[in-house]
Every structure is written in structure tokens, then in C-alpha cells.
């Protein structure tokens, strides 16, 4: 594999509406992101993606985009955004873009003028199909709402939407509309963004029976024309592709350097592992021996000819502790440690998710009025007036599940608010800020913050953490992952108890004479041959 510049970084992701509020009006914007960047250098990260940031209506949170050049005001102007990007340069973080391409929002000024005119330039930009109004054309349930197809009276068609009525989808056959977008993201770059996550990017192809095409050729098409005339026109910038419906055998495709498309993507299988009927919406736990397998896999599959991006949470997922781990303050921060010390020894780019780097949990609203995510309350909705799931189970399953976990204010410290705003916050703050903050970890040596920290910065300095050679050990087993890394003569060895019990283990004879400990969640400091390891233990061992 191909050096590159950005191969040792972790990245971090911001949910900017929750991250620090530096006006008081309870969203977090740029100026509060700008004062804490001090503390992420601390943590060590190399790059920050942001949430989509530009003018929204914000039926879902930015990610329905009414102008491609313009800053939500909430969040700030232009530039505090070119202010952002200059104080980010000082510390050596990069910035990532999050680009919204399959979709824009209904009151983009494209989309207005498209429902308007079947004739006019912009009608072709989004996708339609005739119909009468009590007989819409034939399609999938939407994500966010109702039917794929919406009504649009003034013109008498409907227009298609993967996720909400508020969030048409760009028609990607016109080559007018793809132009104006690459020449969008070139006015980013300008601006000093140095890195693109790409939104729902393997959704832009539709399957003609009112479904998307997540498997097509075109994809990869669109991609090469995409990195040919915007990001490929600069040899520093960082991709990542959010590719819910990939394959591995797509992944390698898209970030297979040779083809010129995305550096990585993001898939899907661990988290979707688990899922029921009504997808997430379940209260059974995810599968650790199958969660394990596909980590395994990926790991596998990839090595030598793509690269993989390593996450355990974002924006849409609950909080990876609470679901992964264990959130009860007995484990919490152990099992956090746990989840950071498997993920980070893997090959690939760790995304850490904003307060994850806290042991932040989740934060089990069990009133309907406290969530704000449109799909949370679309799916309330949905399941339980079909009579499909109760009420009282639909909330235990939000409870648990829903993206809001991931989205209550980041806990800075002890003071009202979780110091992230002086107002009222645009969504509750999880009350166990008390303790679990930014404040008393800096202060602690053996917090989830300087576990991290120390994590990422292993992965600086080490070749092996990036390059080594993968295997598993322990395959079969329904408590530990553990795995080696090998790069020359060196040797690395992970070893995570992802259970409440005890494990037995027996350590691979290279490890048992000679090998340092890089990192124990417990401080351990006998490597016997033979180890009981206790609940949600972890150490990595380097050997020479
Ligand atoms: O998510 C795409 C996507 O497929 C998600 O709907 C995901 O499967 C779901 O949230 C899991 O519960 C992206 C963004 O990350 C998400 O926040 C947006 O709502 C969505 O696109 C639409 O832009
Ligand atoms: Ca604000």
C-alpha cells in the first residue's frame, strides 16, 4: 500500500448544533468549535468533519440544504468559517466538509423553480415521474416519511425522495446540475476545506422502480468525474464516502487509490448487525460474535488493497459505550477504554465521535417531547399507528436507539448546561454530566479523555499500528477479540474482554518474555502465559 499524508491521523467528528455554544442562543456554532480547539489538539486529532454547515430549513439538522454557498446563521458567517479553517491550520487539523450531494433541500432555490415549471432549467435537476393524485407511481418507503414519491399539485407529477418530503433528491443523470455541484466544491476548497464526507453518496443512482441503485457501475462513474474536476484537483485533501449499502466487494472499488475515487467510505455491516424486522427499531443487543466477524472481515479484506475508516458511533448511531460497552458507572469508563483500545490497533482511520473520547452515554429520553430527530419521530409515528410496534416498546427502542443519544449537548464541565451553552440548549443536556465532563478528565490522568489521547498518539508514531499485517485470534470466542499486528520483525498483540465476566486466555508464546505493555485499561502488569482477564479488560502488548 502506497504511503500517504493522512494515514496516521484520527479524525474527529463534530455535531457543530451540539459541540459548544459561544452566543447563548443554545446551538453550537463556529466561534464555540474555534474555542475548544485547543483541547482537541490536546486530544491529538489530525482532522475534524463537521456537520453540514451551510443555510438549511433543518428539518434534518443541515443535512437538507437550501444554498450550497451560504453558512447557517446559527452557526455563524463565512468568515468564522475561514477563521476556523486559519486557527485549525495552527494546530495541524485539517477541516472536512460534510457534502450533501444526493439530496437537497425543497426550498433550495433549484427545487423551487423546478416544481414550478416542467420546462424550466432546474425542473430536469430532480427527479419525476407523472401520476394523478391519489395514484403515486410505484416506489419504496421513503426514510423519513411516507412514500418515495411527493405530490406536487402546481405541475401535477411527483417528485422522488429517499428521505424526507423536505428532501428531494438531485437528479445525477444531468450533467448541468452535476457541473454546478463540482464547481461548488471547488469554491469550498478554495476556502481552505481540506477534506469531504460525502453524505449518502452510494444513493445517487436510482434503480428505476422507485428504488436507488446502491450496487451500480455509475456510482463509481460519478465519483471519477466528481474527483477528476473537484478534489483530485489537489494532491491534500481527505475523502470519505458514507455508503450505507456497500459491499466489500463495492469498498474496495471506491478506495482502490489506482481508480481515482474516494480515500475510504464508511460501511455499515457492524452497526446494521442486530437489526430486526423494523430494522433498529429493536431492544435486542447487537451480536458480539457476529459484530466480531465483521470487523475481522473487513480487516481481512481490505488489507493491501483499500482502506478502511474504523467507527464505533456517529451523528445517526446511539452512543458506542451504551451499546457496545457498558454505560453502568461500575464499567462504564473500563468499557469505553475497551471499545477505543480494539477499534484503535486496527488498520484504518478511527473517526472518534464527538464526548466519545468522555465514555459519553447515552442519554435514554423516555419522553416523547424530548426528541427532536425527524427520523425518530417519523418512526414513532409510523410503527405505532399501523399498530406494528406499541407505543411502550416504540420507546424503550427510541430509548436505545435513537440518533438524539448521539446528539445531547457535548459535557464540558460541571456548570449549568454541561457548560456547552448559557441558554437553554436546543435539546437536553444528558443530566450524568456531573459526572462525565471534559473538565475533570483533563484533570485526570486515567480518564477516557488521556486514554485516548494516548491512543492516538501511539498510532502517530507507529508504523505498525498503521501498516502491520492483521490477524485474528480467538475467533470463536464468545467474550475476547484479540488480534496481532505484524510489520518486519515486530509484532504487536490486542487483547479485549468485551464481556461483564471474567476470560480466560492463554498469551501466544512470542508475547510472554520481552514484550512491552503500550496501553492496559486496568494496569496490568503481569503477562503471564496463562491470563484471566477481567470484565471489559484490555492491553496491547509490542514486541520487538
Ligand atoms: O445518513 C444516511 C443514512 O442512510 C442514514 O439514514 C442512516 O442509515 C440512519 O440515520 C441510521 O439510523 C445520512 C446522514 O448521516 C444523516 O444524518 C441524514 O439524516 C441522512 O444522510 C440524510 O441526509
Ligand atoms: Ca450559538
Known amino acids: 500500500m502506497d504511503k500517504k499524508w493522512w494515514h496516521h491521523l484520527t479524525a474527529y467528528q463534530i455535531y457543530t448544533r451540539s459541540f459548544c455554544d459561544s452566543n447563548g442562543d443554545g446551538i453550537g456554532d463556529f466561534q464555540g468549535i474555534i474555542s475548544k480547539l485547543d483541547y482537541l489538539q490536546e486530544l491529538g486529532v489530525g482532522a475534524i468533519w463537521i456537520s453540514p454547515f451551510n443555510d438549511s430549513p433543518n428539518y434534518d439538522n443541515g443535512y437538507d440544504i437550501s444554498d450550497y454557498y451560504a453558512i447557517l446563521k446559527d452557526f455563524g458567517t463565512t468568515e468564522d468559517l475561514e477563521e476556523l479553517v486559519k486557527e485549525c491550520e495552527k494546530r495541524d487539523i485539517i477541516v472536512m466538509m460534510d457534502l450533501v450531494l444526493n439530496h437537497s433541500s ?53 417528485y422522488y425522495h429517499t428521505f424526507s418530503i423536505q428532501q428531494p433528491d438531485l437528479n445525477w443523470k444531468n450533467e448541468d446540475m452535476r457541473k454546478d455541484l463540482y464547481a461548488m466544491i471547488r469554491y469550498w476548497m478554495e476556502k481552505g476545506i481540506r477534506g469531504f464526507r460525502m453524505d449518502a453518496i452510494d444513493n445517487i443512482v436510482k434503480n428505476g422502480h422507485g428504488g436507488n441503485d446502491q450496487q451500480s457501475e455509475k456510482i463509481h462513474t460519478y465519483l471519477q468525474e466528481m474527483n477528476k474536476y473537484s478534489f483530485g484537483l489537489q494532491d491534500n485533501l481527505l475523502t470519505v464516502g458514507e455508503t450505507g449499502g456497500t459491499t466489500l466487494e463495492m469498498a474496495k472499488v471506491y478506495s482502490d487509490p489506482e481508480r481515482k475515487e474516494l480515500d475510504m467510505v464508511f460501511q455499515f455491516e457492524h452497526v446494521e448487525n442486530g437489526n430486526g424486522d423494523y430494522g433498529k427499531w429493536t431492544t435486542e443487543k447487537y451480536d458480539f460474535k457476529e459484530f466480531k466477524n465483521i470487523m475481522i472481515k473487513w480487516q481481512e479484506e481490505l488489507a493491501g488493497k483499500a482502506w478502511n475508516s474504523l467507527f464505533l458511533g456517529n451523528h445517526d448511531q446511539p452512543r458506542s459505550v451504551s451499546r457496545f460497552g457498558n454505560d453502568n458507572p461500575a464499567y462504564r469508563d473500563i468499557s469505553a477504554k475497551m471499545l477505543a483500545t480494539c477499534l484503535h490497533m486496527m488498520q484504518g482511520t478511527p473517526y472518534v465521535y464527538q464526548g466519545e473520547e468522555l465514555g459519553m452515554t447515552n442519554v435514554y429520553f423516555d419522553k416523547l417531547e424530548d ?32 440518533r438524539d443519544n448521539a446528539r445531547t449537548p457535548m459535557q464540558w464541565d460541571t456548570s449549568a448546561s454541561a457548560g456547552f451553552t448559557t441558554g437553554e440548549p436546543w435539546i437536553k443536556v444528558n443530566p450524568n ?112
Open 106 to 158: 425543497n426550498e433550495h432555490p433549484w427545487f423551487l423553480e423546478a416544481a414550478k415549471d416542467r420546462d424550466g432549467k432546474y425542473h430536469d435537476y430532480y427527479i419525476w415521474e407523472e401520476g394523478t393524485e391519489d395514484q403515486p407511481p410505484q416506489g419504496e418507503g421513503a426514510f423519513f416519511g411516507g412514500n418515495v414519491w411527493e405530490w406536487t399539485p402546481q405541475i401535477q407529477e411527483y
Open 371 to 402: 426528541y427532536r430527530d425527524i427520523e425518530s419521530l417519523h418512526y414513532f409515528t409510523e410503527l405505532t399507528e399501523t399498530g406494528r410496534l406499541t407505543p411502550e416498546y416504540m420507546m424503550k427502542c427510541l430509548m436505545l436507539r435513537s
Open 433 to 544: 454530566y456531573r459526572q462525565i465532563n471534559a473538565a475533570d478528565q483533563l484533570k485526570d490522568p486515567d480518564s477516557v479523555f488521556h486514554y485516548y489521547q494516548k491512543l492516538i498518539r501511539l498510532r502517530k508514531e507507529m508504523d505498525i499500528i498503521v501498516y502491520g499485517e492483521f490477524e485474528a485470534l480467538y475467533r470463536d470466542h464468545d467474550q475476547i477479540f484479540a488480534y496481532t499486528r505484524k510489520l518486519g520483525s515486530e509484532k504487536l498483540l490486542t487483547v479485549c474482554n468485551f464481556s461483564a465476566q471474567e476470560a480466560e486466555m492463554e498469551l501466544p508464546e512470542t508475547f510472554t518474555e520481552g514484550a512491552q505493555c503500550l496501553i492496559t485499561n486496568m494496569g496490568r502488569k503481569v503477562f503471564d502465559r496463562k491470563i484471566i482477564l477481567n470484565p471489559y479488560e484490555a492491553f496491547v502488548l509490542y514486541k520487538k
